[in-house]
């Protein structure tokens, strides 16, 4: 049974004391085991898989497994070679003709070692269009050990027709216009005091382009409809950059077989939803990949079929919350030499003009720098687009 | 002090004949005459006087006719059943006294000066010769006289049976766990709840000596002649407390049969360190070996290696559901009005069933006869508050408590928004009365009722309560039948709401009934045998609730769980026999048997395919009282005692025992939503043999008592759960579960000191408890059919609580407590799916938790020992978990942006200090 974390939260105040702090415990045991993940999907295009082996706890990381022959086979006689792009990842275009929805698909993967791993087949099930997306300012914590801080809860509704699929996963990825903190207005260079004109230069807006790394599975299995509300996706708080100006999030659902979606369901019970009072104990998702040589050899990850349906949503700042700022102190300029030259400058003079000028960090003044881009994206609307 | 000797020795010396040899006869017709008119006409007609108290004598009668009648067998008749004293001197002056015997003997100086060697002589130097001393020193004894029990007419019977019964003087009440020790026959028996104890004896005469805890040491000499009942009446003690324990303990420890068994009453767990500052002898509990709990702050107990849902909780004989308050952080029922328990965890008599593990049996306190009393506390978190006193005096006696938290109050004060919209409230109520309609018979009626809400930050209610009611009538037909008949009736409800998601949201109800009957008779015909039977019967009737959609835009599917009806019975025989003076052997064989009755609706399954929606062949429809299924059979139960010498003993017991409801929880800890389930169609009631041993030896000087016992449990037909299994899914419940076989062993060693100004325990157990489910499909397996650690598998346990009481009014208690942390699986790898880690755990409950430790102190002072004041209260500082030790409630993972982070999360990660103020009306003494 799954209780709300308040409970936890309710007895330590309650009583005062109680604690969660980080804790890795010594485990020697480890066995390394064949991992393969990735899904046909229903847009036409390259579809990817992904083949590695599990690592220790104690030293996690990608360990691709390279070389192998990789076909996915539907259940109409079609199969489809993939061919491997980059270490372990095993790709193939697949025209739209072969991606209809109702078609079981399964993998079969042979490693280098010679040995093979199937999935079972897996169902491409219809995925409904995207409903609504929007949000509610909460305040909630990244982790049990950090402090709640305000931002936004996003939401999203799922109405979805009777005959399309109950089950689905969301995968995310968000977009945030950015600015540097000053405008740039001069620019020392070779001893010499360059003059830009204040206008908005190329340095000052930004947009940065990251996908989650959250698992967000819900399904309408105990509900009369096919219909949920208020499903959380992400949370955006206010200790990023992120909802200075104006934050964009690109929402794929992608339809879930009932197999897939209890793999996906444990996966998220297990790495999301512990740490509660009343936790069971924990239990390894079960995939449905399996070795031909050696039905014992568990095998981790899941191959599925997902049909696709997108939806991309703006908002705007019009938080009353305060926006976490990067931080830029000013240093004043005494002797032009004091700083590696070529550097921005900004004048602290009473009429914003001449001397004495000032310097910060490089990132102060180039939105660059903080690891977005200045080209705006294409799928990006201004305010006055809305 | 010499004074008194003196006027005693001479009144006493006026008194020192033979009361025989001043009989008078008499002679007349007197049916049913009145005590007073009777001894008018006696007066009237021969140089005779009485003095006595009219009230002693206004229900007595006289019942004889016939010339040159004894008047002292005549008064000895009429005033022996009323315990009523008399003598009669040279002077033909009748003195008839109530309680107290008059002596009429000087002493036996041998007899006694063994008994009192080791004394000082409190008078020393005050004068006095050797035997002057030795004579005071045997008028003292002289106040433990000889009581005479039967009729001295009838002689050279072969056996007779004693019915005893041992009072607390002041106020009455009955004294439970009073021993009787037969010093002659170097044995004894106890008193139970209402004070009384029974004995087979051959005729002859006896020293017995009397004693209790908290009540100063009785001893008599009994003259036994024929069947009779005798009354004794206990001073209390107020410095040598403990070491009347250690007395009366050893009966148990180590000449009793019982094994695994404990008694703890709230007054000698006064001082030990608690959370919270609330007494709780089921806290309290958990530092006796063998068992334990999941995690602090939660409910349930493990008792050798067993799931919480194997303990029957009884208080008054009514079954409680659910023991906690608070998600377990308290026990629902107020110290004010819990007396002791006793809990039965080895051979639990043949009188008990239905549970696999122990009985816990709660008993209240009784209510004072003679006088009005009150008592009540208040802690950080609670208030309570208790009553008692005579409904009519001397004849019944009622008591009441209630308690309740203030909590919501501390929540309205918080910052957090989400808590502020908390709350969290319970209470519990309880009320007992206890009538005496005559001599033989005894009526209890108890009612009792708890109750706890919580809201949590609106997303979840919770609600739980538990009531019932008993009525127990016990009755002695005849001085060597006795029978007790109790019904009782429990109800546990709980209702929640789960409104996390709007769409989703629920309510669900969820209520059980426990309707029981039982009679238990004991049969005292055969010398050195002890026999007892009797028959149980309980309805059950649980609904376990409808899964409703909650608030207008929820979606749920509303699903029935369905209402179930069971009826479950037991007959059982037992037989305690004293083979020889060094073997007594305890044998009962219990038969019980259930039958699931209908309505019910039960699905049938594709044979040997795994029992789930996708196998399902057709439905079977059984209409209301129709039987859907019974099982039954026989439940062994033998228990031996072999004396190894005065104070050391071997036991060895067997015990099966079977089970008909269990509990779905697929939680480590107990949670307010699980569900009670009876056993039915598909689910066989699982049932368990267990086998103990152990070895007994007191050292008496050291007020020493220690025991070892080892013991190994099997379990078949456990429960377990498929992994992600739901409860209010469906109402199928076999598709959700598996069943197994449970193999627990272990040892319990423990050492308890009861006497001087250290007091305490320390008890150490090993408990293995580990599960096997290897059904013949692949989805009837966990852990690939590997045997596994149970979930409250915590092999090492240590305890030690230790008292130091510095004077009467300062004591310091300290507690420390070890055990190994309980299993879990860990992650052993991790791999990538879309850049973001997930991990591989190992097989099932593989690893542990850290280890768990903790110390706890509590200084109580108590308020002033004048005897003359209105009330009596006393301070409680309690430190609980003073090294401030984060000791681990759960380890657990969380993926965070990607990166899987381990965590520990601790329920109590520093001292938690607590003061609380108790108070009585009466002074330190009273009760």
Same mark, same amino acid.
């Given at each position: 049974m799954q209780v709300n974390k308040t409970i936890f939260y309710f007895i330590i105040i309650f009583i005062g004391s109680g604690c969660v702090e980080p804790f890795t415990p010594d485990l020697n045991e480890y066995k390394e085991l064949l991992v393969i993940t990735g899904e046909i999907t229903s847009q036409e295009g390259i579809q990817t898989v992904n083949i590695s082996r599990s690592s220790p706890l104690s030293d996690p990381q990608y360990i691709p497994e390279q070389g192998c022959s990789v076909e996915v086979l539907d259940n109409k006689g079609n199969h489809f070679d993939y061919s491997e792009t980059d270490p372990g990842k095993y790709s193939c275009y697949i025209e739209q003709q072969f991606l209809s929805i109702g078609t079981n698909y399964k993998i079969k993967v042979t490693t280098s070692q010679g040995k093979e791993y199937q999935s079972e087949y897996d169902s491409m099930a219809p995925a409904a269009p995207v409903d609504s997306i929007y949000y509610k300012i909460e305040n909630r914590s990244a982790s049990p050990t950090e402090p709640s801080f305000p931002g936004i809860q996003i939401y999203l509704d799922l109405k979805a027709p009777e005959n399309f699929a109950k089950n689905y996963l969301w995968k995310l990825e968000e977009t945030w216009e950015y600015r540097s903190k000053y405008l740039i207005t001069f620019r020392y260079e070779d001893g010499e005091i360059i003059h830009y004109e204040p206008t908005i230069d190329s340095l000052w807006a930004c947009w940065m382009i990251k996908d989650i790394h959250g698992l967000y599975t819900e399904s309408t299995e105990n509900l009369l409809q096919n219909q949920k509300k208020q499903i959380p996706l992400n949370f955006v708080s206010n200790q990023s950059p992120r909802l200075q100006v104006r934050y964009s999030l690109l929402v794929k659902q992608y339809s879930l077989s009932d197999k897939a979606y209890e793999y996906w369901k444990r996966q998220r019970i297990e790495t999301q939803e512990t740490g509660e009072l009343y936790d069971s104990q924990p239990t390894n998702a079960k995939g449905n990949l399996f070795c031909v040589n050696n039905p014992d050899e568990p095998v981790l990850g899941f191959f599925g079929a997902s049909a696709i349906a997108e939806k991309r949503v703006f908002f705007d700042n019009k938080f009353y919350f305060q926006i976490f700022n990067f931080i830029c102190e000013i240093d004043t300029i005494v002797n032009y030499n004091d700083f590696e030259d070529p550097y921005y400058m900004i004048s602290l003079a009473d009429d914003g003009f001449g001397a004495p000028f000032g310097t910060a960090r490089e990132e102060c003044f180039d939105c660059t720098k903080r690891g977005g881009t200045n080209i705006m994206p294409k799928f990006w609307k201004t305010r006055n687009d809305d | 002090m010499y004074k008194i000797f003196i006027i005693l020795f001479f009144s006493s010396f006026m008194f020192s004949t033979q009361a025989q040899e001043n009989d008078i006869l008499i002679s007349g017709n007197f049916i049913n005459e009145p005590f007073l008119n009777f001894v008018q006409t006696i007066e009237n007609s021969y140089d005779a006087h009485f003095y006595f108290n009219k009230d002693w004598v206004e229900d007595i009668t006289v019942k004889a006719s016939g010339n040159k009648l004894s008047l002292f067998s005549l008064l000895k008749e009429s005033l022996d059943p009323k315990d009523i004293h008399f003598f009669i001197d040279k002077n033909h002056n009748v003195f008839i006294t109530n309680t107290n015997t008059v002596i009429t003997r000087l002493p036996d100086y041998k007899i006694y000066r063994n008994i009192f060697e080791e004394n000082t002589d409190e008078d020393e130097g005050n004068g006095l010769t050797t035997t002057e001393k030795a004579y005071i020193k045997g008028r003292k004894t002289r106040q433990a006289t000889t009581i005479n029990i039967g009729n001295?007419?009838? $002689?050279? &019977?072969?056996k007779a049976i004693i019915n005893g019964k041992i009072r607390e003087k002041e106020s009455k009440e009955p004294l439970l766990g009073a021993t009787v020790y037969i010093e002659e026959m170097q044995t004894g028996v106890a008193s139970d709840i209402d004070g009384q104890f029974n004995m087979v004896i051959t005729p002859g005469r006896y020293t017995a000596v009397f004693r209790c805890l908290g009540m100063k040491e009785e001893q008599y000499f009994l003259q036994v002649y024929t069947n009779g009942t005798i009354e004794v009446e206990m001073e209390k003690e107020l410095i040598a407390i403990n070491e009347v324990t250690i007395k009366a303990d050893r009966y148990h420890n180590v000449r009793g049969t019982q094994m695994g068994y404990e008694r703890l009453t709230i007054k000698s767990i006064k001082e030990i360190p608690v959370v919270m500052g609330e007494r709780d002898l089921l806290k309290v509990a958990?530092?006796?070996?063998?068992v334990q709990n999941v995690?602090?702050? $939660?409910? &349930?107990f493990n008792i050798r290696g067993s799931s919480a849902d194997q303990n029957m909780f009884y208080i008054n004989k009514v079954p409680v559901y659910n023991t906690s308050h608070l998600f377990g952080f308290f026990t629902s029922f107020s110290p004010d009005i819990v007396n002791d328990f006793t809990l039965f965890k080895s051979n639990i008599p043949a009188k008990y069933g239905g549970r696999l593990a122990s009985v816990f049996d709660i008993t209240t306190r009784q209510g004072n006869k003679t006088q009005y009393t009150m008592r009540g506390g208040i802690s950080p978190v609670t208030g309570h508050i208790a009553a008692e006193g005579p409904l009519i005096k001397d004849k019944s006696s009622f008591s009441v408590s209630a308690r309740s938290t203030y909590s919501d109050w501390i929540l309205s004060k918080l910052k957090d928004a989400d808590l502020r919209n908390s709350n969290a409230a319970f209470y519990d109520l309880a009320a007992n009365v206890k009538i005496e309609p005559g001599p033989y018979s005894l009526v209890k009626v108890f009612g009792y009722y708890s109750h706890d809400q919580f809201t949590l930050s609106s997303t979840h209610t919770y609600e739980y309560s538990n009531s019932g009611g008993s009525i127990i009538w016990r009755q002695r037909f005849n001085p060597s039948f006795f029978g007790e008949f109790v019904s009782t009736f429990g109800n546990y409800n709980f209702n929640t709401v789960n409104n996390v998601n709007v769409s989703e949201a629920y309510s669900h109800s969820y209520n059980i009934n426990h309707y029981e009957f039982r009679s238990d008779f004991t049969l005292?015909?055969?010398?050195?045998q002890n026999i007892s039977f009797g028959a149980n019967s309980i309805y059950y009737n649980l609904n376990r609730g409808y899964i409703k959609p909650y608030g207008l835009e929820s979606l749920r599917m509303p699903i029935d769980l369905g209402v179930e009806n069971g009826i479950e019975g037991a007959f059982y025989l037992s037989d305690e026999i004293i083979l020889h003076p060094k073997l007594t052997v305890n044998g009962g064989l219990r038969y019980s048997f259930y039958n699931y009755l209908g309505p019910a609706a039960v699905t049938g399954y594709i044979p040997n395919s795994p029992l789930n929606e996708n196998n399902i062949l057709d439905t079977l429809y059984f209409s209301k009282g129709d039987l859907v299924k019974t099982y039954s059979g026989p439940e062994f139960r033998v228990a031996l005692n072999y004396l190894l010498g005065k104070n050391n003993s071997i036991k060895f017991s067997y015990n099966r025992i079977r089970q008909y409801i269990f509990m779905l929880s697929n939680t480590v800890a107990l949670s307010p939503t699980d569900q009670w389930k009876l056993s039915d169609y598909h689910i066989r009631p699982p049932y368990a043999d267990q086998v103990s041993a152990g070895y007994y030896h007191d050292f008496p000087n050291k007020g020493i008592s220690s025991s070892v016992e080892v013991y190994n449990k099997w379990i078949y037909n456990v429960l377990e759960y498929k992994d992600g299994a739901s409860f209010i899914s469906t109402e199928s419940i076999e598709t959700q579960t598996l069943q197994g076989d449970q193999n627990a062993y272990g040892v319990e060693v423990m050492i308890k000191k009861n006497t001087g100004k250290l007091t305490g325990w320390l008890a150490y157990s090993y408990s293995k408890s580990v599960i096997t489910v290897n059904g013949p499909l692949i989805e009837e397996k966990i852990n690939f059919g590997n045997s596994y650690p149970a979930n409250?598998?915590?092999?090492h346990g240590l305890n030690l609580v230790t008292n130091i009481r510095s004077n009467r009014r300062l004591s310091m208690s300290a507690n420390l407590v070890y055990n190994t942390g309980r299993p879990i699986s860990y992650p052993v790898s991790v791999y990538y799916i879309n850049d973001v880690e997930y991990v591989n755990y190992s097989s099932r409950n593989k690893y542990r938790i850290p280890d768990y430790f903790r110390i706890d102190l509590s200084i109580n002072l108590e308020g002033n020992l004048k005897s003359e004041k209105l009330a009596h209260s006393y301070w409680m500082l309690n430190i609980y978990n003073l090294t401030g030790r984060k000791n681990a409630y759960s380890v657990f993972y969380q993926t965070e942006n990607g990166k899987i982070k381990g965590y520990k999360m601790s329920i109590f990660g520093q001292p938690l200090i607590t003061l609380s103020w108790n108070f009585k009306l009466g002074n330190y003494a009273s009760e």
């Open positions: - | 001295p007419q009838v $002689s050279g &019977g072969k958990q530092m006796l070996p063998g995690g602090e702050g $939660s409910s &349930g005292l015909i055969f010398k050195n409250y598998d915590r092999p």
